[in-house]
């Protein structure tokens, strides 16, 4: 028996709520024991409100059974504390531009100040979650890269690429019924001792095909994906790899390196990838356990 007054309960809410949790029992018993990589990006990071909704989220996944794992970014932090310190901050196609000044910053505040505050965010749950640098045991390994602007190549400073993962680490810490929150940065492989800033949205792609993911969810600051920005009415809820692969070129900067997550995720073998809405509250659960769904979602056919 409960302490809850039954007599107090709206039936017609309580039906609406057993509805609800009927709406996701096919979904429950797809994820269970799969593997979702889940991207958490800075801009999601804007409120404590949304931080406590996330956190619950992930809680609630380990709880009924999926594997989450997290990979996170920190755009928004990183530029306040570059300010902060009067650094330039230069985004260029989409990436920003890292000195060897501002890599210590980006690996600080990634590392140092926000890992730990999202795995104690989820740990208020129960002790699942546990932190990880893409630098801890061998889990990336990373070249740097430049950016095509117009046909022309420009030079991004410490950034990279995830070239290499290992994802025997990942695999320990589930196998031990852990929460992994991967912060993104990676050693250089070319240069031994030294770090690179790597994109959050490829490293959790990167991830998530080494670790055969059921599905790659990418938060973001935007609805998803629109055919005709700024029409609000254009908002795509679902394509397919090819159709995203004609669509890639005509994209914003801000959203390729998202929707090129999603369709190298997809094409080497992750089933579905999405970009959903990270300022909705609960926008992962919705994602993986309603019908509708929220944003974009990428399939292979």
Same mark, same amino acid.
């Given at each position: 028996?409960?302490?809850?007054?039954?007599?107090?309960?709206?039936?017609?809410?309580?039906?609406? &709520?057993?509805?609800?949790?009927?709406?996701?029992?096919?979904?429950?018993? &797809?994820? &269970?024991?799969?593997?979702?990589?889940?991207?958490?990006?800075?801009?999601?990071?804007?409120?404590?409100?949304?931080?406590?909704?996330?956190?619950?989220?992930?809680?609630?996944?380990?709880?009924?059974?999926?594997?989450?794992?997290?990979?996170?970014?920190?755009?928004? /932090?990183?530029?306040?504390?570059?300010?902060?310190?009067?650094?330039?901050?230069?985004?260029?196609?989409?990436?920003?531009?890292?000195?060897?000044?501002?890599?210590?910053?980006?690996?600080?505040?990634?590392?140092? /100040?926000?890992?730990?505050?999202?795995?104690?965010?989820?740990?208020?749950?129960?002790?699942?979650?546990?932190?990880?640098?893409?630098?801890?045991?061998?889990?990336?390994?990373?070249?740097?890269?430049?950016?095509?602007?117009?046909?022309?190549?420009?030079?991004?400073?410490?950034?990279?690429?995830?070239?290499?993962?290992?994802?025997?680490?990942?695999?320990?810490?589930?196998?031990?019924?852990?929460?992994?929150?991967?912060?993104?940065?990676?050693?250089?492989?070319?240069?031994?001792?030294?770090?690179?800033?790597?994109?959050?949205?490829?490293?959790?792609?990167?991830?998530?095909?080494?670790?055969?993911?059921?599905?790659?969810?990418?938060?973001?600051?935007?609805?998803?994906?629109?055919?005709?920005?700024?029409?609000?009415?254009?908002?795509?809820?679902?394509?397919?790899?090819?159709?995203?692969?004609?669509?890639?070129?005509?994209?914003?900067?801000?959203?390729?390196?998202?929707?090129?997550?999603?369709?190298?995720?997809?094409?080497?073998?992750?089933?579905?990838?999405?970009?959903?809405?990270?300022?909705?509250?609960?926008?992962?659960?919705?994602?993986?356990?309603?019908?509708?769904?929220?944003?974009?979602?990428?399939?292979?056919?």
């Amino acid at each position: 028996m409960t302490d809850i007054d039954l007599q107090d309960t709206d039936p017609d809410e309580a039906s609406a &709520r057993a509805l609800t949790l009927i709406e996701s029992l096919p979904w429950l018993r &797809r994820f &269970r024991d799969q593997i979702i990589v889940i991207k958490y990006g800075g801009n999601a990071m804007v409120s404590d409100e949304l931080q406590d909704a996330f956190a619950a989220d992930i809680a609630y996944l380990r709880y009924v059974g999926v594997q989450p794992v997290v990979v996170h970014g920190g755009g928004p /932090q990183i530029s306040s504390m570059l300010d902060r310190l009067a650094i330039p901050s230069e985004f260029k196609g989409g990436y920003r531009v890292t000195s060897t000044e501002a890599i210590s910053v980006v690996r600080m505040v990634l590392t140092g /100040q926000i890992n730990p505050q999202l795995v104690a965010k989820i740990n208020a749950h129960g002790p699942l979650a546990t932190g990880l640098s893409g630098e801890d045991a061998g889990l990336f390994g990373g070249r740097r890269r430049g950016v095509v602007i117009d046909g022309v190549e420009h030079d991004l400073g410490r950034v990279g690429d995830v070239v290499q993962v290992d994802p025997q680490p990942i695999h320990d810490h589930l196998a031990a019924g852990r929460i992994p929150v991967v912060s993104s940065i990676a050693p250089d492989l070319d240069n031994p001792g030294h770090s690179l800033n790597v994109n959050a949205d490829t490293a959790a792609a990167a991830l998530a095909i080494a670790l055969g993911a059921a599905k790659l969810v990418i938060l973001t600051d935007v609805a998803g994906l629109y055919a005709d920005w700024p029409r609000r009415d254009s908002l795509v809820s679902h394509l397919t790899a090819s159709e995203l692969r004609a669509m890639l070129p005509r994209l914003e900067s801000g959203m390729i390196p998202k929707m090129r997550a999603c369709l190298d995720a997809v094409d080497a073998g992750v089933e579905t990838a999405a970009i959903i809405d990270g300022r909705v509250p609960h926008s992962v659960l919705v994602e993986l356990f309603t019908e509708k769904g929220i944003g974009t979602e990428v399939a292979a056919q």
